[in-house]
């Protein structure tokens, strides 16, 4: 179980060791957020509060939660004052139901119990508009191929080895249990659109959201080209 100081050790090197390699799941997130017009956004488990950073100049009301108080001292020193943190438990979160349009949960799931999955994102389902959207970014099944075996089934469990035993422990019981995909199955009663895959097939994107006819479901693809159609009209994006 994730404690206050889990992070008090990599939260000075966090950035420098993953923020490259996650860049393009937080520009996907960003550009998916842009097309459904979401303008306030909360990101649970935030950690350094990249994803946040990243849509400052987004026009949008933000907040990052976390529980990791040396997580959330980084984000607040390289962020403006107009993204607000806050220090709480994911699983019981201090808002009021529907304040969100836009929620977004990151690479968080897979290194909880399976509990602390299911109220996490009973409470993601509850704090979001009905018209809103939850993006949820986590580890998938392993794709068949060299390269996505190689990734999904030597590197990333190696990453998340160094992460602690108890962080280890709950991702093999995460792809046991069928990924990311297994857990919406089983937890979503809404929409589910793939936004995008990364590190061979070994990551996804999801959409949510709580309609079961969403009409802005789509793939990276579409929303790309809803924003392409924009910037010929001239329109800032």
Known sequence: MQTRDDYQRTASYYDFLLSRGLRSIRTNIRTCLRHYDVTNVIDICCGTGEQ????????????????????????????????HYLETDACNLPFPDSEYDGVIITLALHEKTATQQQLIFKEACRIVKHDGHIIVADYAAV?????????????????????????YHNYKDWMAQGALQG???????????????????????YAISKSKDDPLGADLKKIEAHFSEQNSKGVTT
Request: with cysteine; net charge negative.
């Open 52 to 83: 946040l950073h990243m849509l400052g100049n987004e026009n949008m009301l933000l907040t990052g939660i976390d529980l990791s108080e040396a997580m959330l001292a980084k984000a607040r020193s390289k962020s403006p004052a107009t993204i």
């Open 183 to 205: 857990f919406l199955e089983n937890n979503c009663t809404g929409t589910i659109s793939l936004i995008s895959q990364h590190a061979k097939g070994c990551i996804h994107i």
């Open 143 to 167: 794709p068949e191929g060299y390269n996505s075996t190689l990734i999904g089934k030597v590197f990333i469990p190696f990453i998340e080895r160094l992460a602690g035993l108890d962080h």
